[in-house]
């Protein structure tokens, strides 16, 4: 998955977009367009060096506009990595990001002032006043797919699922087909749906966005969880096994998406097939990213497995490293229900310290 760079959108195509940038450099727009767009499609473009290093760029390119803060201290807290109220350096980074503002107060347009208003409430702790920031914003720029995606985010770790279906289901209609990145808002709107329990419209509205773009791992992630709810297993495993070269290289979510496959192999009482897929990809990128979705992604998989009463042998052993600089956060747990299986794996290998 590759997109070369005459594709990200300079000065012009933003300003014909309808977002109101004070930023006029078309590299530094470019590059921000490179990492919303790395970010709304979960993978990393080799030819720029990955979502991360296209953030850093973006951000030590053009250190005075604001925006390229905003990106990179919203990416860290979306990427749950550190807690955000813990970390000095996260400190330091939104402190920065203030000053700037301030410098640049008289130049900025209404459309800034509030991406770092927002920012700095998450960043806070206020996740949902954040999001009341994000949807002011969408009232205005239905087309603000940072806004957007932040939000959808931070509903999600909330847990509202209403507001992650609604959020997008209010900005759709201002959207056009020929839009950069209008196919990724129907993977987003039905997991906002499959989440609130309806189910045949989540169905639809996945296969719209894969119908639209083949590599949208979300809508993927979407339609998986469908098929699990409805009890649909053989269909999921077929479903995600011959979509497999499309959903792959979005790699910040394919540790996911093969843990939904393997999670159909244990509802068909077939365990091997779970196995195989922990040990050549779960457990395998869960290991090499070190990213905690995945953590909790090989943790999850390995207690599920442990539930229906197989020896999963020494792989608690062989995460444990992984685990290891994490047995003292609380960020993830917190946000997230489903780390409870990364805190009952941690058990296993914990030492007790009564």
């Not at 699922?161 to 759709?172: E, L, N, P, T």
């Amino acid at each position: 998955m590759k997109f070369k760079s005459h594709q990200w959108r300079d000065a012009q195509e933003w300003k014909k977009f309808g977002l109101d940038f004070s930023c006029t450099s078309n590299e530094t727009l470019k590059l921000y367009d490179a990492t919303l767009t790395q970010y709304i499609g979960w993978y990393d473009d080799d030819s720029l060096g990955g979502l991360e290093k296209t953030a850093v760029s973006l951000l030590e390119g053009n250190p005075e506009w604001v925006m390229s803060h905003v990106v990179c201290n919203g990416l860290d807290i979306m990427g749950t990595g550190r807690s955000p109220e813990l970390d000095a350096e996260f400190k330091a980074a939104l402190k920065k990001m203030e000053e700037v503002k301030d410098s640049q107060s008289a130049t900025l347009t209404d459309l800034e002032k509030k991406h770092v208003a927002a920012v700095t409430m998450c960043g806070k702790g206020y996740m949902e006043q954040a999001c009341d920031i994000w949807e002011d914003i969408l009232v205005k720029y239905p087309h603000d797919m940072l806004a957007l995606k932040f939000a959808h985010d931070a509903y999600f770790y909330l847990g509202h699922a209403a507001q992650m279906r609604d959020s997008i289901a209010r900005v759709m209609p201002h959207w056009k087909p020929d839009m950069p990145l209008y196919g990724y808002l129907y993977g987003m709107h039905s997991f906002g749906l499959v989440e609130s329990n309806f189910y045949n419209q989540a169905e639809t509205t996945a296969r719209k966005g894969l119908e639209i773009n083949p590599n949208d791992a979300w809508s993927t992630h979407s339609l998986a969880h469908v098929l699990e709810m409805m009890g649909r297993a053989d269909e999921g495993v077929t479903f995600m096994s011959s979509t497999m070269t499309d959903w792959e290289p979005c790699a910040m979510l394919a540790c996911h998406n093969f843990w939904h496959w393997a999670v159909y192999h244990v509802e068909k009482g077939e365990y091997q097939g779970a196995f195989d897929i922990y040990d050549s990809q779960v457990g395998v990128r869960a290991n090499k990213s070190g990213a905690m979705l995945d953590i909790v992604d090989a943790c999850s998989l390995l207690f599920r497995l442990e539930m229906e009463g197989q020896n999963v042998e020494g792989r608690w052993k062989d995460i444990y490293e992984t685990c290891r600089p994490h047995t003292d956060d609380h960020l993830l747990f917190l946000m997230m229900p489903t780390s409870s299986y990364l805190v009952l794996g941690l058990s296993k290998m914990t030492p007790s310290r009564k």
